[in-house]
Every structure is written in structure tokens, then in C-alpha cells.
């Protein structure tokens, strides 16, 4: 079986500066992918960043980017220069040949 | 632009009055979820159809159903809704199981 844990259930940052959410997974299968996904209060989910497990180089989007640690089983997402409009649920996600799994989220709050 | 599209946003019924969400997609992908998202928790895979193939996770009470009538579209069901069965309902499309999904802006529905 496939699991995706968060530990933060809670985050918080100052505006412009840095924060990293962290993720960890467990899967047996060698061909997954892993992805951030964002949801704003009573808004809608969206994908933040996609990694496919088979490539070394780190995911970035933006002011978005990974930390992917194969070996380990992390995949942690830091938000650089962090905005208001970041503030929302954090959901990290493994897929494989199953749908996707996700873990319980991070709310992260943007202090101005 | 390629959407999910979900209606209604939202859906007041009563303690055991059937009602059905519907979704559309414009993207033309061949699977399509539906999912149950309960407050502050991550969202919660009822079902998903991969093409015509219809796949029930174990733990979708019998009261969900859903129906998938072509590619574009795909109905969620319930047949008898509890107390229990509120919640954000969400609706998420992928070329197949491995890729990011693309949701919906959800159905949130309130049973009296």
C-alpha cells in the first residue's frame, strides 16, 4: 500500500520570506510520480509542482520547488518569497499504478 | 479554455432525498474521479472511471453511485443522504492513473 505523510499539520511564514512543507511516502513501486497541490479557502485544488520519480533534478515552478530525496522517501516543497495568495491547504500526492494518494495536508498562513 | 466543470456548486437536500452531481470535462481525459472532501481533512476517493471501466474503492458505501455516459461526463449519485454524507464533492480528471489530476471547483452539499 501506498502513504503519504505530512507532519506539519500547520505552518506559517512572513511575507517574502521562505518556507519548506514537508513530505514523506512510502510506495514499493519503482514508477510513481509525486506532485504539491494547493487549495485556498473554499477554492479550488490546483497542482503546484509535479515530480516524476525516475528523474534526479528537482521540480521547480516558479517561485516553487522540491526536495526530492529518493533513497529517503521525502519530497518537501519550498515556497520562496511567500505571498498572500499562498496562504491555503498544502496537500502533497503520490501516484503510481493506483490512484493518487494524499496525505492529511499543511495549512500554511502568510503573516503581512 | 479546458476545464473541469461541476454543477451545482451547491446543493441543498434532505435527510434521505436522492440527489445527483453532475461533472463535465472539456479536457477529454480518459479517467475521471469523484471524490468526498470533508472540513479541513484531504479529500477522499470514492470511486474513479478509467474510460468505461468502473472502479469502487472498497470502503464507498453502497448509498454512492455513479454513472458515466460518455466520455465528457459522469454523475454522482446518492441514493439516501445522511447527516453524515455533507461535504465538499469534488470531481478531478487525468489522462490515466499516473498523471497530475485537474480538478473541479467542487459541489458542496448540505443535507437537512
Known amino acids: 500500500a501506498q502513504t503519504v505523510t505530512q507532519s506539519q499539520p500547520e505552518m506559517s511564514v512572513q511575507e517574502a520570506e521562505t518556507v519548506t512543507l514537508s513530505c514523506t511516502y512510502d510506495?514499493?513501486?519503482?514508477?510513481?510520480?509525486l506532485f504539491w497541490y494547493k487549495q485556498p479557502p473554499s477554492r479550488q485544488m490546483i497542482l503546484v509542482i509535479r515530480?516524476?520519480?525516475?528523474?534526479?533534478q528537482n521540480a521547480t515552478e516558479n517561485r516553487f520547488s522540491v526536495n526530492f530525496q529518493k533513497a529517503a522517501k521525502s519530497f518537501s516543497l519550498k515556497i520562496s518569497d511567500s505571498q498572500l495568495g499562498d496562504a491555503a491547504m498544502y496537500f502533497c500526492?503520490?501516484?503510481?499504478?493506483?490512484?493518487?494518494?494524499f496525505g492529511k495536508g499543511t495549512r500554511l498562513s502568510v503573516i503581512a | 479554455d479546458a476545464m473541469v466543470i461541476q454543477n451545482p456548486r451547491y446543493q441543498v437536500t434532505q435527510f434521505g432525498k436522492p440527489v445527483t452531481l453532475s461533472c463535465s470535462q472539456t479536457?477529454?481525459?480518459?479517467?475521471m474521479y469523484w471524490y468526498q472532501q470533508k472540513s479541513s481533512q484531504a479529500p477522499k476517493l470514492l470511486f474513479h472511471?478509467?474510460?468505461?471501466?468502473?472502479?469502487n474503492e472498497a470502503d464507498t458505501p453502497d448509498n454512492f453511485q455513479s454513472r458515466r455516459p460518455n466520455t465528457s461526463f459522469c454523475f454522482l449519485d446518492i441514493r439516501s443522504p445522511g447527516l453524515g454524507d455533507a461535504a465538499m464533492y469534488l470531481c478531478?480528471?487525468?489522462?490515466?492513473?499516473?498523471?497530475?489530476?485537474?480538478f473541479g471547483p467542487g459541489t458542496r452539499l448540505t443535507v437537512l
Open positions: 510506495t514499493s513501486e519503482s514508477d510513481y510520480y
Open positions: 479536457l477529454n481525459h480518459n479517467v
Open positions: 472511471y478509467y474510460d468505461k471501466d468502473f472502479n
Open positions: 478531478a480528471t487525468s489522462w490515466t492513473r499516473h498523471n497530475e489530476q485537474f
Open positions: 515530480q516524476e520519480a525516475y528523474k534526479q
Open positions: 500526492a503520490l501516484s503510481g499504478n493506483t490512484p493518487l494518494v
